[in-house]
């Protein structure tokens, strides 16, 4: 079965610093890993996903993340935090054939300090 | 840019009544999903359709629940007799192929139960 956890469920950066979001995932096939975010009163939008290509993503809005399998994390990063970066982002894994769904993790609240 | 629609964005029902959430999903997609997540909690798998059937679910839709594509633009979501507990944002998503593409979401219908 596969699941996902996310290291704390709030972050605060300043502006301008380095944001770093948690990810690991646990799965018995090779996954494919998602970060979505979430603006208030707004659905799920994707910044980026790995699909077993390059292990560097790079996503929307100055996002990357890199794939680690050894460490089996999937972590979010972005050089200088944004005040519109603040939002919720949820990482996501998918390891079945065809329509499965997402197992999505907890969700980490990034504030982000003026 | 296409985009996923919910309607309504928020309903209220009492306790045993049935609901039917509705959702138009991106008219060239061929996977459909719908998602909940509960206030506070991590966004959870419900159920994927696909071919006009449902091609996976969760444990947590039980007979209490049914999707259906009546037409070839809406996807629904019917809740049977409704819980205090399935009170939760509900997400419709929508894909162009399976697990390795970017889910596409609405931004949620808010389902109250009193």
């Known amino acids: 079965a596969q699941s996902v956890t996310q290291l704390g469920s709030h972050v605060s950066v300043s502006e301008g610093a380095l944001v770093l979001l948690r990810c690991n995932y646990s799965s018995s096939v090779p996954p494919y890993l998602f970060w979505y975010v979430q603006y208030p009163n707004q659905g799920l939008q994707l910044l980026l996903k790995?699909?077993?290509?390059?292990?560097l993503v790079k996503g929307i809005n100055g996002f990357e993340a890199e794939f680690k399998k050894s460490e089996t994390s999937f972590h979010l990063t972005k050089p200088s935090a944004h005040m519109s970066d603040a939002a919720e982002y949820f990482c996501a894994v998918s390891e079945g054939g065809g329509a499965d769904g997402l197992t999505f993790g907890k969700g980490t609240h990034l504030i982000i300090q003026p | 840019e296409p985009e996923v629609t919910q309607t309504p964005s928020h309903q209220v029902t009492q306790m045993g009544q049935e609901v039917i959430l509705r959702c138009v999903p991106i008219?060239?997609?061929?996977?459909f999903y719908w998602y909940r997540q509960i206030l506070g909690q991590k966004v959870e798998f419900l159920v994927s359709?696909?071919?006009?059937?449902?091609?996976?679910k969760s444990e947590i839709f039980d007979d209490q629940f049914s999707v259906e594509r009546p037409d070839g633009s809406n996807f629904t979501l019917k809740i049977r007799s409704t819980k205090l507990e399935d009170s939760a944002m509900y997400f419709c998503?929508?894909?162009?192929?399976?697990?390795?593409?970017?889910?596409?979401f609405g931004q949620g219908t808010r389902l109250t139960v009193v």
């Open positions: 790995y699909t077993s290509a390059a292990t």
């Open positions: 008219s060239n997609h061929l996977y």
């Open positions: 359709f696909y071919n006009n059937e449902i091609s996976e």
């Open positions: 998503a929508s894909s162009e192929a399976g697990r390795n593409t970017e889910a596409f």
